[in-house]
């Protein structure tokens, strides 16, 4: 089992920035591939950002160059910088790990384990 707890969400003004936390606990071997997603109110779950055990990282289309994912495996911390946000950035995020250790990108039917989600809102 592998337990996901999320933190730093907030409110921020357009323009502002954000960093999001990702706490993993219990079985952190089955947490080799980590991902963000999120999601608005009435909307789709949107792919964010993915990173594998070895630090290579994907991007989802409308954060590219204004998100950075990274992880502290000594920590077992997963982060998301997030720069320039925008009003369409709100929603709920969440952290989702997957055991594995070859494909890790942004399909969100490849992670097994999800957090509560941590919401942030950006005014304009």
């Known amino acids: 089992q592998v337990l996901l707890a999320e933190s730093g969400g907030g409110s921020v003004q357009s323009g502002g920035s954000l960093t999001l936390s990702c706490a993993v606990s219990?079985?952190?071997?089955?947490?080799?591939?980590m991902a963000w997603f999120r999601q608005a109110p009435g909307g789709e779950r949107e792919d964010v950002a993915s990173i594998g055990i070895d630090g290579r990282a994907t991007y989802g289309t409308s954060v590219a160059g204004r998100f950075t994912v990274s992880r502290d495996n000594a920590k077992n911390i997963l982060y998301l910088q997030m720069n320039s946000l925008k009003p369409e950035d709100t929603a709920m995020f969440y952290c989702?790990?997957?055991?594995?250790?070859?494909?890790?990108?942004?399909?969100?039917?490849?992670?097994?384990?999800w957090g509560q989600g941590t919401q942030v809102t950006v005014s304009s």
């Open positions: 989702a790990a997957s055991p594995s250790r070859s494909y890790c990108g942004l399909s969100w039917y490849l992670y097994n384990y």
């Open positions: 219990g079985n952190t071997y089955n947490a080799a591939c």
